[in-house]
């Protein structure tokens, strides 16, 4: 990405990560179409008490995996071969330590956790179960993030994407089968996740070592690297803290939906999962920016950089109009996906927090934009204290806005976290103090 055109290159690269997110969408969605259609709205909501929980402490993950992808796309960019190895294995021993705590902790935790998030009790124990099977057996997900993370920063968008759609399919293929013929309900959910993910994890793993010999080390290359540790982590600690912070503060406002009773949280978790769908076309062009401006960081080419983000934000802007005006006016049928059609009630509600959220699509896609260029040029603090702000108005706004205007104060929230997390962003960026570490 460090020569040629440039917006053609990051469209290019986007691609194959915008239909591997389809498909991680639809395994997502199978999971909450097939519970809301064929079980009820309780085990919907079951689900949707987790999601804050789960993603939030993926997401603890995530933050770390991410720093491999800053770190090994400026190598690649710097052309250091060897280094590389070096990181790829030190990555793969972050990521077994990372399945071994955050799997013992959540699969411990899950109901203290549980409770003290006031879930309603008439969906707790399904809650919890989802969590200790999904959360304790986490290691097929990291696994999968881990190698995606790896090969990205090659610029290699489309293997992640070809054992996501094999990972896709078996998920559906077993959702079906555990929910459909086995009767299992929210266990039967939590199981085909499970192990779609770690099939996946292992095929993309296998596959990688074969087809980049630049990546394979030796028993050498293999042992802990004090230097590269230090690298990863330098970026990964921050990141992971940053999301840990995160997750907390979402998982305050899921307590607070959760005081309104399962009817909201079903709300609340349809309207999450067609935010994830409206967004996903310009999220994805949004997250090439970070490998782009860490491969043209490593080039020295900030020139590039600036351009680049520009022409990436222009298309970004763009496409999340586009989306708004889409969901907006087609909330009602993307939430019968979900819902029945008998459930007045809560899909009325669900209409109308879709229509509030989406109307600011566009700040969403500004701020990932500009921090996903920061995170590629290593400048860390900037989107930590970024992140800070957004969530800070997230559970603030949100506790204090439900107790003026109910539940639908919540909604308004989270956009308005977006804007004040631009502003910083946005900022920072364009100040270019970032590129003083040339």
């Known amino acids: 990405m460090t020569e040629g055109p440039i917006l053609k290159q990051l469209i290019w690269f986007a691609l194959p990560l915008l239909i591997g997110a389809l ?4 395994y997502n969605m199978t999971d909450s179409i097939i519970l809301g259609k064929f079980v009820g709205a309780e085990a919907l909501a079951a689900i949707g008490a987790t999601n804050t929980t789960t993603f939030g402490l993926l997401q603890v993950a995530v933050g770390v995996t991410n720093a491999f992808t800053v770190v090994l796309s400026q190598q690649f960019g710097a052309k250091q071969d060897q280094k590389m190895k070096r990181t790829v294995s030190n990555s793969i021993w972050i990521t077994v330590v990372m399945s071994v705590l955050l799997g013992v902790g959540i699969f411990l935790g899950a109901r203290p956790l549980m409770e003290l998030l006031g879930t309603p009790k008439n969906i707790i124990n399904d809650s919890v179960l989802y969590v200790q099977i999904y959360g304790g057996l986490i290691a097929g997900q990291l696994f999968y993030n881990a190698v995606a993370a790896i090969l990205k920063a090659l610029g290699d968008s489309k293997t992640p994407l070809y ?3 094999i990972c896709s399919v078996l998920n559906v293929i077993l959702d079906l089968v555990f929910v459909l013929v086995w009767h299992q309900g929210v266990r039967g959910v939590a199981w085909a996740t499970v192990i779609s993910q770690t099939v996946s994890a ?4 296998v596959y990688m070592f074969r087809k980049y010999p630049i990546l394979r080390f030796n028993r050498k290359e293999a042992a802990a690297d004090g230097e590269i540790l230090g690298e990863i982590l330098r970026i990964g600690i921050p990141l992971g803290l940053t999301n840990a912070l995160l997750a907390v503060g979402m998982m305050v406002v899921t307590g607070v939906v959760n005081s309104f009773g399962s009817d909201i949280v079903a709300v609340y978790t349809v309207g999450g999962k067609v935010n994830q769908i409206a967004t996903v076309s310009f999220g994805q062009l949004a997250f090439s920016c970070a490998v782009f401006a860490g491969q043209n ?3 020295r080419r900030n020139d590039r950089i600036l351009k680049g983000i520009r022409q990436a934000l222009g298309m970004v802007l763009a496409l999340s109009a586009v989306s708004s005006v889409f969901i907006f006016t087609g909330a009602k049928y993307v939430a019968l996906l979900f819902l029945n059609a008998e459930e007045t009630g809560i899909l009325g ?3 109308q927090m879709i229509h509030i959220v989406s109307f600011f699509y566009v700040f969403l896609g500004a ?12 400048a860390v603090k900037a989107t930590i204290f970024s992140s800070i702000v957004e969530l800070a108005a997230k559970v603030g706004l949100s506790i204090w806005f439900a107790s003026i205007f109910g539940y639908v104060g919540i909604w308004f929230a989270e956009p308005i976290g977006w804007i004040l997390g631009l502003l910083v962003s946005g900022i920072i960026f364009h100040r270019k103090k970032w590129m003083k570490n040339f």
Do not use: S
């Not at 498909?23 to 639809?26: D, G, I, T, V, Y």
């Open 349 to 351: 509600d669900t209409v």
């Open 297 to 299: 960081y490593g080039a």
């Open 163 to 165: 054992f996501l759609i």
């Open 23 to 26: 498909f991680q969408l639809m």
């Open 367 to 378: 701020i990932w934009v500009y921090n996903n260029a920061l995170r590629g040029v290593g």
């Open 202 to 205: 292992v095929l993309c793993m």
